[in-house]
């Protein structure tokens, strides 16, 4: 039997394996349900503790300040709440230097009804929506747009023709949603079909309020069940989070995430008992392994500057490693090797999964990448 030669390099060891698929139920409730966290419709709907593991696919690799954050959503006849909860010992709140960030948290659902993304900010095929809250944009809305003087009261310009004048404000000229002056909702609406493709849709509106309490962020996020997606008929549809600490300088891809987990609005049936290797190929598709190893893990797609350009192809994977070999790595993840030692670092990585797989989901994963052998032996 042939024994295929794969270069891997871990990438360090996670924490501790602990989190299945989780749901994230939505009871129907009739009354009307307002913005404010305290709301006692809230004690209605279960809490999810959701984990969290630093974003660590692509650069800027890191973040993960944030270890956990529990999640909440219920529904009304035209309404789907969100509440994300999360401890912060500071509330991060003005942006008022360039090494200074706020703190945020989004949630991410596909466009589409029944598609199921990458988890890693959509594809081409299967984009995605992002609800994204800022504190600064809440204090924004609660106190009026907070420029430079807000935070330096003493501020004092040599020379400023016409303040008020937007011809002077290139940013708000050019509607950048961040140099917005008159906010109405602390939450973006934004759009991605993969990495670095994340667009602002000003026509979807999302309501939000947050607030910093005793070393704890609550948000509650609110958009209407029709728009995009349509999730007035939804029962159960993917779902993840994220989470910036300003504090701890995250932002942008700095970041702590979450894998798909599920949304399930109103009564929904268990997931069907299945057996181990159909169970793992929904861990497949939930990691978003197809994206760097293509569908059914037969390889091809582009990895700049790796092993031979391409992300090798795992449905060998049983002719060459042993099943401890491979839960190893996917424990530990693994960083691409530059075809060229002398040239830039590969753009993919992949992640530690321990920080968020737990060891049932590795066992059925590994049954399901055992079952993509090839019936034929290649000599």
């Known amino acids: 039997m042939r024994r295929f030669a794969y270069l891997l390099i871990l990438a360090g060891f996670g924490a501790p394996m602990e989190a299945a698929e989780i749901t994230v139920q939505a009871p129907a409730v009739q009354r009307t349900v307002s913005l404010d966290p305290a709301d006692p419709a809230w004690q209605k709907a279960p809490a999810a503790s959701i984990a969290l593991m630093p974003q660590g696919m692509v650069r800027p690799w890191g973040g993960g300040a944030v270890k956990r954050v529990e999640a909440r959503a219920l529904y009304t006849p035209q309404e789907l709440f969100v509440r994300l909860q999360w401890e912060d010992k500071n509330a991060d709140l003005t942006p008022s230097a360039s090494q200074s960030f706020t703190d945020a948290c989004a949630?991410?659902?596909?466009?589409?009804?029944?598609?199921w993304p990458s988890p890693f900010m959509g594809d081409a095929q299967n984009p995605v929506v992002i609800w994204r809250w800022s504190a600064a944009a809440q204090k924004d809305v609660d106190e009026g747009y907070q420029a430079a003087e807000?935070?330096?009261?003493?501020?004092?310009?040599d020379f400023e023709p016409r303040p008020n004048d937007p011809l002077y404000r290139a940013a708000q000229g050019a509607g950048n949603p961040l140099a917005?002056?008159?906010?109405?909702t602390p939450v973006e609406f934004l759009a991605a079909k993969g990495y670095g493709s994340l667009t602002s849709q000003p026509d979807e509106r999302v309501r939000g309020k947050g607030v910093w309490k005793d070393g704890q962020w609550t948000v509650v996020m609110a958009k209407p069940l029709q728009g995009t997606p349509t999730l007035a008929k939804a029962g159960r549809v993917p779902i993840s989070f994220a989470v910036w600490d300003g504090g701890a300088g995250e932002r942008n891809g700095l970041k702590a995430v979450s894998i798909w987990q599920s949304l399930a609005l109103g009564p929904v049936s268990a997931l069907p008992e299945r057996t181990p290797a159909a169970r793992g190929e929904r861990v497949f598709r939930r990691y978003g392994c197809a994206v760097c190893h293509g569908p059914g893990g037969r390889g091809g797609v582009k990895s700049d500057n790796a092993q031979g350009g391409l992300v090798p192809p795992i449905n060998k994977?049983?002719?060459?490693?042993t099943e401890e070999e491979v839960k190893q790595v996917v424990r530990r993840g693994r960083s691409s090797v530059p075809e060229d030692p002398s040239g830039p670092t590969p753009p993919l990585h992949?992640?530690?999964?321990?920080?968020?797989?737990?060891?049932?989901e590795l066992d059925d994963l590994v049954k399901y990448l055992w079952t993509l052998a090839p019936e034929t032996q290649e000599w």
């Open 107 to 115: 949630i991410m659902l596909p466009a589409r009804a029944g598609s």
């Open 150 to 157: 807000a935070a330096h009261p003493r501020l004092h310009y």
């Open 180 to 184: 917005e002056r008159e906010r109405t």
């Open 317 to 321: 994977v049983k002719e060459g490693f």
């Open 350 to 360: 992949m992640n530690a999964w321990s920080q968020v797989m737990d060891e049932r």
